[in-house]
């Protein structure tokens, strides 16, 4: 007969998770997975731990990043350098699920912690290894980081505009895309593992790769037309008209009327009547020739109107309309409230931090934030303690630097 199934377990519950990673890609990974229930543990350098702990904005001595990136996680530090740090780990993986890690290619290796030593050891194990080139390779062995992964992915070309230097996105993409490349792939081996009685596997993600993956018809468009796609500002080349357009108050607005019905109420609710009825613009092909004029139409308009107005001419046109948010007006909007989207976690210091709520949205197994990131080591003893080390040991291990 059939176990009946725990309501209130979380969907990862029961996974244990080792994370050797620093700064962004391995340990959000990590931390998806710690949002809906899977143990993480963090393994952390005794000196210092992670650098993101005093990236950015500091409060009480800690990266309010910090708070978000490492939610849901057990610290332990550990030096992976000593013999004694790599036994300790070796331990821990024996009944891991996975183990996530973005060190330089070559690095677990020389520790004797590589994927052939440890996938002998626990055969089970699902083995996430980010890196900035991948495993291997002629690039293998260059330091990489995410806004190097987005260069020679080919976003970074083609952000900005066509007479400035090539800018880059306000926050770490290059990282967040490989982490989720990450978890997609240890869902993948869970489920390989699970449901075909497999072993565990390793997984290579590499930066850029993660990036060249998001990059739509790119490719294609240069192999069979020679066509290399530029940068274009904040159009979107092709489809028509999409774009930021200045209003009398100084503020932007986005208005993407490139469907074929879309862009007739659109005309209609500019007062263009005469533009929207044009055979010339009756499908996207058309309008993406005239792009340029098009975007001349609307800007002329929003150009006489308050943001305010565009906006509530847009929606009652049934037009997709937005403008760029800024935290303050993440924190404001009713939307987001409604959803949830923004939760209150209480610091160790008593105050409470506005965080951002964890996604995806479950029905019956929802993810959930049991607080901020741990103070460094604050889980040490208790999960050397599990491995039967016991209290004496762990003391002579701390004073020789190894935990």
């Known amino acids: 007969m059939k176990e009946a199934a725990n309501p209130h377990a979380m969907a990862l519950q029961g996974l244990k998770v080792i994370e050797l990673g620093q700064l962004i890609a391995g340990p959000f990974a990590a931390k998806l997975l710690g949002e809906f229930g899977a143990e993480i543990i ?38 992976l350098r000593a013999p004694e740090g790599q036994e300790i780990l070796r331990k821990l993986i024996r009944d891991a699920d996975i183990l996530i890690e973005n060190f330089r290619p070559g690095a ?5 912690l590589g994927w052939e030593e440890l996938s002998a050891l626990n055969p089970k194990l699902i083995m996430v290894r980010v890196s900035g080139y991948g495993q291997t390779g002629p690039y293998r062995d260059l330091p990489g980081f995410g806004v190097i992964g987005e260069a020679m992915g080919g976003l970074r070309y083609l952000t900005g505009y066509p007479d400035r230097p090539p800018v880059r996105c306000g926050i770490s993409i290059g990282d967040s895309l490989a982490a989720l490349y990450a978890v997609i792939g240890i ?43 530029e940068p274009s500002g904040s159009a979107l080349p092709g489809i028509a008209p999409t774009n930021a357009y200045r209003c009398r ?8 009327g490139n469907g074929d019905s879309i862009f007739q109420r659109l005309m209609h609710a500019i007062g263009r009547d005469d533009v929207g009825q044009d055979p010339r ?29 565009v906006l509530k001419v847009m929606n009652e046109a049934n037009v997709p309309v937005g403008y760029p948010y800024t935290a303050a007006d993440i924190v404001a909007d ?17 105050a409470s931090l506005k965080v951002p709520a964890v996604l995806p949205k ?12 741990p103070a460094l080591g604050e889980h040490t003893d208790q999960v050397l303690a599990r491995l039967g080390i016991d209290a004496e040991t762990r003391q002579c291990l701390r004073q020789r630097g190894v935990i």
């Open 187 to 229: 869902l993948l081996a869970l489920h390989h593992r699970l449901a075909h009685g497999g072993q565990g596997q390793c997984i290579d993600v590499a930066l850029y790769e993660s990036v060249f993956g998001m990059m739509e018809s790119l490719i294609p468009e240069y192999d069979a037309c020679g066509y290399v796609r």
């Open 334 to 350: 009713p939307h987001y409230a409604a959803r949830e989207m923004i939760q209150s976690i209480a610091l160790p210091s008593g």
């Open 42 to 79: 963090k393994i952390e350098p005794p000196k210092g731990g992670d650098p993101l702990r005093t990236w950015r904005k500091i409060q009480d001595g800690v990266s309010l990043w910090w708070h978000v990136q490492s939610r849901n996680k057990l610290s332990v530090t550990l030096d």
């Open 281 to 309: 613009f009756a499908h996207n092909d058309g309008r993406s020739a005239h792009a340029e004029f098009l975007d001349g139409v609307i800007g002329e308009w929003t150009a006489k109107q308050d943001l305010a107005e």
């Open 108 to 112: 677990m290796e020389k520790w004797g």
């Open 362 to 373: 479950l029905s019956e197994t929802p993810g959930r934030i049991a607080g901020g990131g």
């Open 249 to 256: 108050d100084g503020r932007y607005v986005l208005i993407a």
